[in-house]
């Protein structure tokens, strides 16, 4: 599917757009770190008609392009960024779904932005001070050396430590090397270590005693063996959060949008109708 590019600022963002424009309000999928728009390919077929669908790489990930230096990678920045784009695309308001960072960024938005998000889907979501993982902390720990390392020693790394978040380990190797293809040079290795260092759960620490404040419908989705954000942190988020609903799959791991499309689908339809 073609895409286009929107300037935002003093960058451009990558995205493409599915469906029509129906009477159904827009959906807007968000990926995490360090993923891309590649990871909602098998649910964006499977969901309703009549809606626009406008899936995004964030600033820095898959297509868009790289940020200059010092630039603003927080949650806060990218949602706002996010903002810019619907406002480019003449979007007044959408359904927003978040997997992982990009739940993170979808919290940010119905918090900060509540008149532009009717909907809320959040999936494996970042969320509370629960992230992240022991793996992303060690490398940040030790990011002084890391930044002088070949990016192929990065992303071996990286790589093995993503293969644990799927069932299907073909499948996985399969989409991990759509992923980290921006992050695969010396310039791209830079990128990855200046998103890895804005990796900061502060972000959601502060969000989280305004999550009772979000009055948009909210669904929270799980994959029950995620290693990564344990499927306790999907509770919490649902209870938080007046009137959402949780449904956890079993034998799914963390990148629930790609092992389990159908599910995915099938709650953004019910959300839908909500």
């Known amino acids: 599917m073609r895409g286009e590019f929107v300037d935002i600022g003093s960058a451009r963002l990558y995205y493409y757009a599915s469906g029509s424009r129906g009477s159904g309000e827009p959906i807007v999928l968000l990926h995490g770190f360090p993923t891309s728009s590649h990871l909602w390919t098998g649910v964006v077929p499977l969901l309703p008609k009549g809606h626009r669908v406008v899936v995004l790489d964030l600033l820095g990930f898959g297509r868009s392009d790289p940020p200059v230096e010092g630039a603003d990678l927080s949650l806060r920045a990218h949602a706002d960024r996010v903002v810019t ?100 040079t010396d310039r791209g290795r830079d990128v990855l270590v200046a998103h890895l260092g804005a990796l900061d759960a502060a ?36 209870d938080a959060i007046g009137g959402a609903t949780l449904d956890v799959v079993p034998d799914v791991r963390h990148f629930t949008p790609e092992e389990a499309p159908e599910r995915v689908a099938g709650t953004i339809a019910q959300l839908l109708s909500r």
Not at 119 to 131: E, K, M, P
Not at 132 to 161: F, N, Y
Not at 217 to 225: D, N, R, S, Y
């Open 85 to 184: 784009l619907l406002d480019a695309l003449g979007i007044n308001y959408a359904t927003i779904v978040g997997h992982d960072l990009g739940g993170g960024i979808a919290q940010s938005l119905a918090i900060r932005h509540p008149t532009r998000v009717a909907r809320l889907c959040l999936i494996n979501s970042v969320a509370f001070d629960d992230w992240p993982g022991r793996e992303v902390k060690l490398v940040r720990a030790t990011m002084p050396l890391t930044r002088h390392l070949p990016a192929t020693w990065i992303l071996s790394i990286l790589r093995a430590d993503l293969l644990r978040g799927y069932v299907v380990s073909e499948r996985g190797a399969r989409s991990i090397d759509q992923f980290v293809r921006p992050f695969t």
């Open 203 to 238: 972000e959601t620490k502060v969000l989280a005693p305004r999550l009772k404040d979000i009055v948009a419908p909210t669904a929270v989705l799980w994959g029950a063996e995620d290693p990564f954000l344990p499927p306790a942190i999907g509770q919490r988020l649902a």
